[in-house]
C-alpha cells in the first residue's frame, strides 16, 4: 500500500496505550500490508518531533496519514500541516503550552519508567509546534468526547471548525469505545 500511518499516543502515555493497541491489531486483520508506525514518543517536544520526522523521512514515497490522541493531536496536526497528507484526530490537545505549565517540574512516564524534569523551554518548544489555522480542512477528521476531564473539547471543536468532526456527549479523556471507530478511521484515512 503507497500510505503511511503514523499512531501518535498523549503525554505520559505509549505505544502500549488501549488505543495504540487497538488501532495496531485492527490494522494486522484488516490492512496487514499497511505501512504502520507507533512510536515511543519522546518526553520533550522537540524530541518527540525528531522521532516523528525520522519516521517520516524513512518513508519518502509513502502518503502520509496520521492518527493523534491528546498531545499526539496536537502533533499530529503540525506534522499535517508540514508535510500534508490526512489526520483523524482523539481528543486533541489544543493548548497544551497552556496546560502544561501546571505540570512543570520532575516526572515519571508510568510507560516507559523513565524520568524527566519538565522545564519551562520544553513549554516554548511546543509553542514553536503550534498551528494557529489548519488548512485543507477536508483532511482532517476530529474526534471528541464532551466529558473529557482532562481538556475542554470546546476548544478543539473551534480550532477544527469546518473540519469533519464527531462529538460525543458524555465519555472522557480516553475516547471511551474508541474501536468502533476504527473501520471508519481507515476508510477516511486511506482514500484520496
Given at each position: 500500500?503507497?500510505?503511511?500511518?503514523?499512531?501518535?499516543?498523549g503525554?505520559?502515555s505509549?505505544?502500549?496505550?488501549?488505543?495504540?493497541?487497538?488501532?495496531?491489531?485492527?490494522?494486522?486483520?484488516?490492512?496487514p500490508?499497511?505501512?504502520?508506525?507507533?512510536?515511543?514518543?519522546?518526553?520533550?517536544?522537540?524530541?518527540?518531533?525528531k522521532?516523528?520526522?525520522?519516521?517520516?523521512?524513512?518513508?519518502?514515497d509513502?502518503?502520509?496519514?496520521?492518527?493523534?490522541?491528546?498531545l499526539?493531536?496536537y502533533?499530529?496536526?503540525?506534522?499535517?500541516?508540514?508535510?500534508s497528507?490526512?489526520?483523524?484526530?482523539?481528543?486533541p490537545a489544543?493548548?497544551?503550552?497552556?496546560?502544561?505549565?501546571?505540570?512543570?517540574?520532575?516526572?515519571?512516564?508510568?510507560?516507559?519508567?523513565e524520568?524527566?524534569l519538565?522545564?519551562?523551554?520544553?513549554?516554548?518548544?511546543?509553542?514553536?509546534?503550534?498551528?494557529?489555522?489548519?488548512?485543507?480542512?477536508e483532511?482532517?477528521?476530529?474526534?471528541?468526547?464532551?466529558?473529557?476531564?482532562?481538556?475542554?473539547?470546546?476548544?478543539?471543536?473551534?480550532?477544527?471548525?469546518?473540519?469533519?468532526?464527531?462529538?460525543?456527549e458524555?465519555?472522557?479523556?480516553?475516547?471511551?469505545?474508541?474501536q468502533?471507530?476504527?473501520?471508519?478511521?481507515?476508510?477516511?484515512?486511506?482514500?484520496?
Amino acid at each position: 500500500m503507497d500510505y503511511l500511518v503514523v499512531y501518535l499516543h498523549g503525554f505520559l502515555s505509549s505505544p502500549q496505550s488501549l488505543k495504540a493497541t487497538q488501532t495496531l491489531d485492527f490494522v494486522k486483520k484488516h490492512y496487514p500490508d499497511l505501512h504502520m508506525e507507533v512510536p515511543q514518543l519522546a518526553n520533550y517536544p522537540q524530541d518527540a518531533a525528531k522521532i516523528i520526522e525520522d519516521i517520516i523521512k524513512q518513508y519518502p514515497d509513502k502518503k502520509l496519514r496520521f492518527i493523534g490522541s491528546s498531545l499526539g493531536g496536537y502533533l499530529s496536526t503540525y506534522m499535517r500541516e508540514k508535510y500534508s497528507g490526512k489526520a483523524v484526530l482523539v481528543n486533541p490537545a489544543v493548548r497544551p503550552y497552556e496546560l502544561l505549565l501546571g505540570y512543570l517540574g520532575e516526572h515519571v512516564n508510568p510507560n516507559s519508567g523513565e524520568q524527566f524534569l519538565l522545564k519551562k523551554k520544553h513549554i516554548e518548544e511546543l509553542v514553536a509546534l503550534d498551528c494557529e489555522n489548519v488548512h485543507t480542512k477536508e483532511n482532517y477528521w476530529v474526534l471528541l468526547q464532551t466529558k473529557d476531564e482532562t481538556l475542554d473539547y470546546r476548544q478543539a471543536e473551534s480550532k477544527y471548525q469546518g473540519c469533519k468532526m464527531t462529538i460525543e456527549e458524555g465519555g472522557d479523556h480516553s475516547f471511551q469505545n474508541f474501536q468502533r471507530f476504527l473501520p471508519d478511521i481507515f476508510r477516511f484515512l486511506l482514500q484520496d
